[in-house]
């Protein structure tokens, strides 16, 4: 990783960790409304390649009950450069878990899995129709879809990759 200081203005807003934990977090809160125990770690490496292009956060579909693999058939040219930005932003999402992590905003159970300990009342800083909130919103929604959708060598089969 490069120093903070030497990071082109665009990528240190969009990719600072504190935002990237934020984002990470809406994740664990999803996914374990219904699998409480936690996240296993290589799935939130998928979660900024989707949640953060645009293209593909626009795609994502409105309900739940739309299952991913059906979706990724529909939707295959969401895979194109997938890999690529995956690859792109581990150095980000490795970061924002660190920095998730020394802030309690994420912890490792003794699992290896991720949750999201409870934090109290906290107060929201942006609006609802903001692109911010839209990228929370999607993040928290990938994170249902991943509890439902398989195993993690699965997902990732489906998303075209290999952990």
């Not at 626009?58 to 194109?80: F, G, Y």
């Not at 690529?84 to 802030?103: I, K, N």
């Not at 999201?116 to 129709?129: D, E, I, T, V």
Request: charged share 20%.
């Amino acid at each position: 990783m490069k120093p903070w200081s030497k990071r082109p203005v665009e990528v240190a807003t969009l990719l600072n960790p504190a935002f990237c934990a934020l984002l990470l977090r809406e994740c664990v809160k999803g996914f374990v409304q219904k699998n409480p125990e936690g996240i296993p770690y290589p799935l939130l490496a998928l979660l900024l390649p989707i949640v953060l292009h645009k293209f593909t956060r626009e795609l994502l579909p409105a309900k739940i009950s739309t299952k991913m693999h059906p979706w990724l058939q529909e939707h295959q040219d969401v895979r194109i450069g997938f890999a690529q930005r995956c690859a792109a932003l581990v150095p980000y999402y490795r970061e924002a878990t660190l920095f998730g992590c020394t802030r309690a905003l994420l912890a490792f159970t003794e699992a290896g899995l991720i949750t999201a300990p409870p934090l109290g009342n906290q107060p929201k800083l942006w609006g609802s129709h903001t692109e911010v909130a839209e990228c929370l919103k999607q993040a928290h929604f990938v994170g249902r879809w991943f509890s439902g959708a398989g195993d993690v060598r699965t997902i990732y089969a489906m998303w075209g990759i290999r952990p």
